[in-house]
């Protein structure tokens, strides 16, 4: 939202050199994709050599480019290292505002950005604000919204929306020790399902949690009081 964005998109990668971070940016909040910040980042990723320690989030802007052009993006991206964090429950919530109908949705199309070698994760940005009223930090539930908004449907789609909320974010964040195997550290959460496709689809409930192997929290199963 910037006046000047390249100038501030080009201090932020100053700053992430001189102290050796990673970055995330916000940015290309809107639905007029004539001008996106993106290429700036990828570009910058690129003469930096920071590919793969870039994310951008919201970027509500792709949802309005056409599928031609949605491709030279997500090859720009993948060819950069340039990750997208998707929000949406925060991107519902304010886009399109001067719209009195047909309210578009601008929740960028994650999973058809994956299909181009985007590393892309859902998130929510915040919770129980004047950005975002509703929520309770389920990012099974985020899934399960972002999959109603972008209509998936196909088996292939739905796994890779529990990867954006689980492996997928895990890589996001450079996590070498991410997974269950021998070895690893034992942080993890049990859900309430069979496979990751019934997760997003039913809303899994989680069970309980490891931290280091400590359980962390309980959520008993329901129980169903058939009558005598």
């Known amino acids: 939202m910037d006046k000047d964005s390249h100038g501030q998109i080009g201090r932020i990668f100053d700053l992430a050199r001189r102290f050796g971070v990673d970055i995330d940016f916000h940015l290309d909040f809107g639905l007029d994709p004539a001008h996106l910040d993106l290429d700036e980042v990828c570009r910058l990723a690129d003469h930096h050599k920071w590919g793969g320690r870039v994310a951008i989030g919201h970027v509500t802007k792709l949802s309005a480019l056409a599928p031609d052009r949605l491709e030279t993006a997500a090859r720009r991206l993948a060819g950069a290292g340039v990750a997208v964090t998707v929000l949406p429950a925060t991107d519902l919530f304010l886009t399109g505002r001067d719209f009195d109908r047909n ?26 604000n004047p950005f975002t009223p509703f929520g309770d930090c389920s990012l099974v539930r985020m899934a399960n919204l972002y999959a109603n908004i972008t209509q998936v449907g196909a088996s292939h789609d739905l796994k890779s929306c529990f990867e954006m909320i689980s492996s997928a974010s895990a890589r996001i964040l450079n996590h070498r020790d991410y997974g269950i195997a021998v070895g690893l550290p034992a942080d993890l959460v049990a859900l309430d399902c069979k496979a990751s496709t019934e997760a997003v689809c039913e809303l ?25």
Do not use: W
């Open 103 to 128: 309210v578009p949705r601008g929740v960028s199309p994650a999973h058809r950005l994956m299909a181009y070698g985007v590393n892309c994760s859902i998130s929510t940005n915040n919770v129980l």
């Open 204 to 228: 899994a409930q989680p069970l309980f949690g490891l931290k280091k192997g400590r359980r962390t929290f309980d959520r008993p199963e329901a129980v169903l009081h058939h009558p005598a």
